[in-house]
């Protein structure tokens, strides 16, 4: 297991509630959430983007981009795909 480090930071309490809820919705804990800020922030070398919370029809959208694009050479190619499917 590596090491690990401890780190205390101090913050406004609603700040830090606000915080927690929104990490929840995401399926996080603060902690993880941190962990994955500084993760990001040393691949980027630099300040991450900004995540937010995705409405059910942003997640399917993303989920729509990522699969996989067919290619078809003309509208017969095509169309025979598409009767495949």
Same mark, same amino acid.
């Given at each position: 297991m590596a090491a690990t480090a401890r780190i205390q930071v101090r913050t406004d309490a609603q700040l830090k509630a606000k915080a927690d809820r929104l990490f929840h919705d995401l399926g996080l804990d603060t902690g993880t959430a941190i962990n994955m800020f500084l993760a990001q922030a040393v691949a980027d070398e630099g300040l991450p983007f900004r995540p937010s919370?995705?409405? %059910?029809?942003?997640? +399917?959208?993303l989920e729509?981009? +990522?699969? %996989?694009?067919?290619?078809?050479?003309?509208a017969e190619d095509m169309k025979a795909i598409i009767a495949r499917v």
């Open positions: 919370r995705l409405t %059910p029809f942003d997640r +399917s959208v729509t981009e +990522s699969e %996989p694009v067919l290619h078809g050479g003309t």
